[in-house]
């Protein structure tokens, strides 16, 4: 391993977590292997055994890792859906929220394009009562509507009547549900007026509704800023 430089727009621990991380990506750390120990990482790498532990808890609350008692960390046997399932209870980063929007709006930007295309009016019926089931909730809880929100973009992708973009975003229901809770709640905005329409989430409903395809993917890419 190469000693890691000290760039100023990662932080030494991210550092260490892309590193090893990486190995086991590309397979030189494989299911079953033990890694170096925390005093022989901070050796080959330079830095300091703080910075250490925290890549390798990071990568352990990700479920990549198994720290054993009296014998030392080893790469886990995982499967996608162990990865999502320990990533979405993990605390997100910077990088990872990034990511993972980057990550629904290719999912949910064709779900759109095709819900335009291909909603019926059952659909379009589901579509409305989650928007209103989201904007009542933004009203009495506001800053809480995380599975409110989470089931209006859910029903968005079964509006595009593809099995495998619906399957991919409830595979990853659980880091949308995390993203929704910490970041993406300052795009609801809760309403002092009756009226519906200034929310985005009912804007995008009427313009799926109405087959408005560019507006609809402009207000989904604004939720999704970062």
């Not at 990533?87 to 990088?95: D, G, I, Q, T, Y």
């Amino acid at each position: 391993m190469k000693k890691l430089e000290n760039l100023k727009k990662q932080s030494i621990p991210d550092q260490v977590f892309d590193l090893i991380k990486g190995y086991i990506d590309s397979g030189r750390f494989q299911a079953g292997d033990k890694i170096p120990s925390e005093n022989e990482l901070c050796k080959q790498l330079g830095v300091s055994r703080p910075s250490i532990k925290t890549a390798l808890s990071r990568l352990q609350d990700m479920g990549l890792l198994e720290a054993r008692v009296g014998d030392g960390t080893y790469v886990k046997e995982c499967t996608a859906y162990d990865f999502l399932e320990h990533a979405s209870k993990a605390m997100l980063h910077a990088k990872d929220i990034q990511e993972i929007s980057e990550l629904r709006r290719a999912i949910e930007m064709e779900s759109v394009r095709l819900a335009v295309v291909k909603a019926d009016d059952n659909d379009l019926t589901h579509l409305e009562e989650t928007a209103l089931t989201l904007l009542k909730a933004i009203k009495e809880k506001p800053g809480h509507t995380m599975e409110e929100d989470y089931q209006f973009h859910l029903q968005l992708c079964r509006c595009a009547h593809n099995r495998y973009l619906l399957m991919m975003y409830e595979l990853i229901g659980g880091l949308v549900r995390n993203h929704i809770d910490l970041f993406v709640e300052q795009y609801v905005r809760d309403q002092n007026g009756s009226s519906p329409s200034p929310d985005a989430h009912w804007e995008l409903y009427m313009a799926v509704r109405q087959k408005e395809t560019e507006k609809a993917c402009a207000i989904l890419m604004d939720m999704l800023k970062v």
